[in-house]
């Protein structure tokens, strides 16, 4: 399980570092909350391309590796050269796992997905303003509309229903 302790240390490694991070998902869900409502066993975020390389080099110090690329997953170039992957799951030796996903920024601000089956896609700017908490700590993630947006299109398990009740509770978004 990742604790918030452990989300707080990811997020300011990563933003102490320049890297850019959205929560989405559970930790996403309970950061705009400001409170943690269930156990997460990773912390799902939103990159920017650009950014993959150096968090995984980071990330990598902490023990942290390659588990499995998501079946949408693609190959794409940053804007150094590297070729990257875009959608993925790093894990370390606690079964601590790290969900990332990559977007390219517009010249509006907006994200664009650039992993597969995310044609038409964007993450508005203001769907990346959405502020949260996790433990006293100030976080960036997706807003609630994009949370509820995101986990649209498939099967979702209990908890994950109740985390979208909570949502549509606080900041009355349609379920």
């Given at each position: ?16 570092s ?84 990559a ?28 502020k949260?908490?996790i ?8 807003s ?10 498939y ?18 978004v349609?379920?």
């Open positions: 399980m990742v604790s918030a302790e452990d989300v707080i240390s990811i997020y300011r490694r990563l933003s102490d320049g890297i850019q991070i959205w929560l989405t998902g559970g930790w996403g869900i309970d950061a705009l909350l400001g409170e943690q409502t269930r156990p997460h066993k990773d912390v799902d975020a939103i990159l920017l391309a650009d950014d993959i390389v150096q968090m995984c080099e980071i990330l990598d110090q902490d023990g942290f590796s390659l588990k499995e690329l998501w079946s949408e997953n693609s190959w794409v170039f940053d804007g150094k050269g590297n070729k990257i992957a875009t959608a993925f799951v790093l894990q370390d030796s606690k079964g601590s796992e790290f969900d990332a996903h977007i390219r920024f517009d010249a509006e601000g907006n994200g664009f997905p650039v992993w597969a089956e995310a044609e038409g896609f964007i993450f508005k700017k203001d769907d990346l303003a959405g949260g908490m433990a006293g700590f100030p976080v960036d993630c997706i609630p509309e994009m949370q509820l947006f995101c986990h649209k299109g099967e979702l398990p209990d908890k994950q229903l109740r985390d979208l009740e909570l949502l549509h509770e606080k900041f009355y349609e379920k």
